[in-house]
């Protein structure tokens, strides 16, 4: 990057439809590249980190967010903060999902927060916290979101936690998943993501202190190819994209570097 603004950490990165990479820094804000070319987009909560940059989809329309000491969309090259409930405010938030209205009602926004847990906020209501009910570890740490569209319209959310597994929000009923009721190698997950296998519902892949694991479709976790040694060890992102031919890949970053599957 220019003069050394991207020597220290990198704590995400998010790559537009158009080519742009965007890319947040440690100390130093956001910046993009746009064909060639570095600019700054500024520091989105002032001298609060941004801890994830996301990027949804949303018909032809894009949406860019940024997730740390707020939450905040790119609108043209500036930041508009989302107004949060004074519980979130006071926290660091780790992650957002965007579920679309129906009905013409308004987009929901889920927030993933450390220490207040899950919080749902309206856009005609204020945010509400989530309980995640059911036996098992903690659920006040959120650390990411997943949402998946189902055939019949209606949303399925997946939660990743630091020290509470996995959780899952379908029609109004949740179910978990922890070391002590499944295979699940770790109750801290770092990163979830949605994989389609052809003619398939989605699998979930974790990102979890003690390695990958994949939450198969008969609702068993398993683990990945044990030829491969970084996928036993933690694993701290996930990220979806595609190759020069277009096909479809999953990209993993673990402790002792990157694998790309398949």
């Not at 967010?65 to 405010?89: D, H, K, N, Q, Y």
């Not at 398939?200 to 198969?216: D, H, K, M, Q």
Request: aromatic share 6%; charged share 25%; hydrophobic share 40%.
């Amino acid at each position: 990057g220019p003069d050394g603004v991207l020597d220290g950490a990198i704590l995400d990165l998010a790559a537009t439809r158009a080519g742009d990479l965007l890319v947040a820094t440690d100390s130093r804000g956001v910046w993009q590249l746009r064909k060639g070319t570095w600019s700054s987009l500024g520091r989105p909560f002032g001298s609060n980190r941004v801890q994830r940059l996301r990027v949804f989809d949303q018909g032809e329309r894009q949406r860019v967010f940024a997730i740390g000491g707020g939450v905040a969309e790119l609108v043209g090259t500036r930041w508009r903060e989302i107004p949060l409930s004074a519980e979130l405010r006071a926290r660091e938030q780790f992650d957002i999902a965007v579920e679309a209205g129906r009905d013409g009602a308004g987009d929901t926004l889920w927030v993933a927060s450390y220490g207040p847990g899950l919080y749902r906020c309206d856009s005609a209501a204020a945010c509400t916290a989530v309980p995640i009910p059911g036996p098992g570890p903690r659920t006040d740490e959120i650390r990411t979101l997943q949402l998946h569209s189902r055939n019949d319209g209606r949303s399925v959310l997946w939660v990743g936690m630091q020290g509470g597994g996995v959780a899952r929000l379908a029609d109004g009923a949740w179910t978990r998943w922890h070391i002590g009721n499944s295979a699940l190698p770790s109750d801290f997950v770092s990163d979830l993501e949605l994989v389609s296998p052809p003619g398939g519902e989605p699998e979930v892949w974790a990102g979890t202190r003690s390695g990958l694991a994949i939450l198969r479709g008969d609702g068993s976790w398993t683990a990945p190819d044990p030829r491969v040694a970084l996928l036993r060890e933690r694993v701290r992102t996930l990220t979806r994209g595609r190759n020069s031919q277009d096909v479809p890949v999953l990209w993993i970053g673990a402790d002792g570097g990157v694998v790309r599957t398949p």
